[in-house]
């Protein structure tokens, strides 16, 4: 099957292969929550909830005193994939996923400015069509962010493969069930510093570093986006508060 | 929010406090007297009437992957609900009706209180709620759920979302039930020589070579489709549609379920300490049957609107 056709240059779904799929983000979509966000990657669509930093829930899990204990819980639902035979969450998919958020946004949550404390991350997802793990990713940001929880950098997410002799930005669902590499990178976007890299199928070395820098070059756009939704938001925010 | 001052009485039910405290501390420490304080006056926080409820949206379509969805939000509280329809072989006793499954969840994003060890006590009863008013009221004929009598029908599976729980869930969840019923579009579908059952989708239309078992794709018919509202009561106040704040507070709540014919199909009063006298039902149902002209009116429109795209 051809992912890319040889003579337009395009994907399956009209990109190019350069090209991100179309992102919306909003910001305070669960009232209830601390800090929450809607991400979408084309059709692809996450919430994400933050609430924290509160106090320890378990307190056999709190095993540092001087930080904050972070914690993560990946579910999609019953109607997000094609077929609905899935277990939302608890499968070993949803527990891997979980514990690579947990570890990304730990590290560059300030987590020594709140000891004693614990911030949880939940994500859903909604629809589900390929790069769920960086939309999940993208949307913790901007959760974080409005939760107001202190971070060192924004972290953003993208994925990138290989298919036809091509690298291809941001897979969906049909080219990532394709059989080719899958790499998934997220970076703090303003240190520049790589925080998740994630590889399956075989690569060349060559063929990888050039695939991985398409991928960073797609976390930076996204880091663009973010940051203009934030403003935004802020804006908004001062409006409100009539200054 | 401002600070005001509360004046004498502010302590409540617990006396010798100073008598000026910020509102949102009140709130906090004394929860009844500060709602009691509001009824006296027949308002709520909110600035709501005792008898009014929350703005309702729904919006239908938001999962295009599902066969019929609907978001609703009363307020704040957000459902999202999908059907996916699979196909089944319907049991001997009833060779010619489909079924439906339903299933209510609350993800930890929905609320403080849900916690990924701790699921939420009210979700399961919703769900066994949401099942029982779905099949008695007969909203959904089963029969128009079958594809061949005796060998093939179709089974809804119906997952309804809580993205958001701020009070009044069942109805929320009932409402995008409803809705998402009124979306459903059942495919085309058509037989394999094995006698498998696959359904086809509207680009394959044309080339399928295999002999379309329903012709058109079509919604199903709904009769008597039920409309929910759930008041809480304290001494002889009636508040409809509650915030989860004035659920926790006031303890007791009734939840009545009338159909657009005018029938009750539901009512359902789990204890509690108020107790309700047969006016206070009667009240009740008055209230109820407002709300669906309102609920009617509001589907309606989301549905004109639909089908405007």
Known sequence: ?????????????????????????????????????????????????????????????????NEALVRCEYSMANFSTGDRARKPKGDRRSTEISLVI???????????????????IFVQVLQADGGTRSACINAATLALADAGIPMRDIVTSCSAGYLCTMPLLDLNYAEDSAGGPDVTVGILAKMDKVTLLQMDAKLPLDTFETVMQLAIEGCKAIAQYIREIMLQNTKQLECRRGS | METTQTTEGGGGGATGIAAQMEVEAFRRLFPLPFYKRHLLESVRPDARALDSA??????????????????VKIGETTMLAAIKLEVMTPSKER???????????????????????????????????LLDVIRSSGMVNLKELCLISGKASWIA??????????????????????????HLQIPLVSVTEE??????????????????????????????IPFPLTCVIHED?????????????????????????????????PGGVGLASTEIMKECITRTKRRIQELKTILEESVSVMEVD
């Open chain 2, 237 to 269: 106040y009636i508040l409809v549609d509650p915030t989860a704040e004035e659920e926790t507070v006031m303890e007791t709540s009734i939840t009545l379920v009338l159909d657009t014919l005018g029938n009750l199909v539901s009512i359902y009063k």
């Open chain 2, 54 to 71: 929350r703005d309702t949206t729904i919006s239908l379509g938001p999962v295009a992957s599902a066969d019929g969805s609907a978001l």
């Open chain 2, 157 to 182: 599976y119906l997952d309804i979302y809580c993205l958001n729980a701020d009070g009044s869930l069942f109805d929320a969840a009932l409402l995008s039930a409803v809705a998402a019923f009124t």
């Open chain 1, 1 to 65: 099957m051809e992912y890319v056709n040889p003579l337009t240059g395009l994907r399956i779904d009209g990109r190019r292969p350069t090209e991100m799929r179309h992102l919306k983000a909003q910001i305070g979509v669960v009232s209830k929550a601390d800090g929450s966000a809607l991400f979408e990657m084309g059709n692809t669509r996450v919430i994400a909830a933050v609430y924290g930093p509160r106090e320890v829930q378990n307190r056999g899990q709190q095993m540092n005193n």
């Open chain 2, 95 to 129: 060779p010619d009706e489909g079924s439906i499954v339903v299933e209510f969840y609350m993800p930890p994003i929905c609320s403080p209180m849900v916690r990924p060890g701790r699921p939420a006590e009210v979700a399961p009863v919703i769900s066994k709620q």
């Open chain 2, 195 to 224: 006698g498998r059952v696959f359904t086809v989708s509207s680009e394959q239309e044309e080339k399928t070579k295999f002999e379309l078992v329903n012709k058109e794709k079509r919604k199903l018919s709904l009769s008597s």
């Open chain 1, 102 to 120: 947990r570890q990304t946004m730990e590290a560059c949550i300030l987590t020594k400015l709140m000891p004693r404390s614990q911030i949880d």
